[in-house]
C-alpha cells in the first residue's frame, strides 16, 4: 500500500479504463489503443503496480457461477483488543471471502460464500466456536444491486494533473 495518494491524470484513467474493459490486454495492446508509446504504457503500469494502485490482473470470479449461490453479510462483536485472533480464525475458514474492521456496533463485517443455506449455516456455527466473538449478526444477500466498482470514483471530476503523453495533454485521446 503506498503511503501518498498518487494522483492520477488522464492517461493513468484511461489505462485503468482500458484494462478493465480488456483486462487480458498487452502493453503493446493497450498502447495501441491509447495511441502512446509502449514504453509509455509500461512506465505507467510499473508506477500504478509499485504505488499499489493496480492489486492484481487476476480474473474476477462470479461466486454463483462457480457454485456458491448463497452469500451473506455477517456483524462481529468481538472482545477487546480481539482483531488479530478474529483475523487468523477468519482467514481459516475458506467461506469467508473478505472481511473489514468497521466503526460501529460490530467490529467486523464479513462476507460469506456458501454452496447452500446448510453450508451457510455450518459456517456461522464454525464462527461461533470463536471464544473471541461476543455476537454475530448475519443477513442474506438476495442479489447484487451494485457490483464492485472503481471506475465511476476515479472519474469523477477533480484537479487532475497535466499528462505528458502527447495524446493526453489536450485532455483526450485523439478520435481517429
Same mark, same amino acid.
Given at each position: 500500500? !503506498?503511503?501518498?495518494?498518487?494522483?492520477?491524470?488522464?492517461? $493513468?484513467?484511461?489505462?485503468?479504463?482500458?484494462?478493465?474493459?480488456?483486462?487480458?490486454?498487452?502493453?503493446?495492446?493497450?498502447?495501441?489503443?491509447?495511441?502512446?508509446? @509502449?514504453?509509455?504504457?509500461?512506465?505507467?503500469?510499473?508506477?500504478?503496480?509499485? *504505488?499499489?494502485?493496480?492489486?492484481?490482473?487476476?480474473?474476477?470470479?462470479?461466486?454463483?457461477? +462457480?457454485?456458491?449461490?448463497?452469500? !451473506?453479510?455477517?456483524?462481529?462483536?468481538?472482545?477487546?483488543? *480481539?482483531?488479530?485472533?478474529?483475523?487468523?480464525?477468519?482467514?481459516?475458514?475458506?467461506?469467508?471471502?473478505?472481511?473489514?474492521?468497521?466503526?460501529?456496533?460490530?467490529?467486523?463485517?464479513? @462476507?460469506? +460464500?456458501?454452496?447452500?443455506?446448510?453450508?451457510?449455516?455450518?459456517?456461522?456455527?464454525?464462527?461461533?466456536?470463536?471464544? !473471541?466473538?461476543?455476537?454475530?449478526?448475519?443477513?442474506?444477500?438476495?442479489?447484487?444491486?451494485?457490483?464492485? @466498482?472503481?471506475?465511476?470514483?476515479?472519474?469523477?471530476?477533480?484537479?487532475?494533473? !497535466?499528462?505528458? *503523453?502527447? +495524446?493526453?495533454?489536450?485532455?483526450?485521446?485523439? $478520435?481517429?
Amino acid at each position: 500500500m !503506498a503511503e501518498q495518494p498518487v494522483s492520477l491524470d488522464e492517461l $493513468d484513467l484511461a489505462l485503468l479504463t482500458t484494462l478493465r474493459e480488456q483486462p487480458r490486454a498487452g502493453a503493446l495492446e493497450l498502447s495501441r489503443l491509447l495511441r502512446v508509446a @509502449r514504453a509509455t504504457v509500461s512506465a505507467r503500469l510499473r508506477r500504478l503496480e509499485g *504505488a499499489g494502485v493496480i492489486t492484481g490482473y487476476g480474473p474476477d470470479v462470479d461466486l454463483a457461477a +462457480a457454485g456458491y449461490p448463497v452469500q !451473506a453479510f455477517v456483524t462481529l462483536e468481538i472482545a477487546q483488543g *480481539a482483531l488479530e485472533q478474529i483475523a487468523q480464525e477468519l482467514e481459516a475458514i475458506p467461506g469467508v471471502v473478505e472481511a473489514y474492521a468497521t466503526t460501529g456496533t460490530g467490529d467486523v463485517l464479513c @462476507r460469506i +460464500a456458501a454452496i447452500s443455506h446448510e453450508d451457510l449455516q455450518a459456517t456461522l456455527l464454525l464462527l461461533n466456536h470463536s471464544t !473471541a466473538i461476543d455476537r454475530s449478526t448475519s443477513v442474506i444477500c438476495l442479489s447484487t444491486v451494485v457490483p464492485r @466498482r472503481v471506475m465511476p470514483l476515479l472519474s469523477q471530476p477533480r484537479q487532475r494533473p !497535466a499528462s505528458r *503523453a502527447p +495524446a493526453f495533454r489536450s485532455g483526450h485521446p485523439q $478520435d481517429q
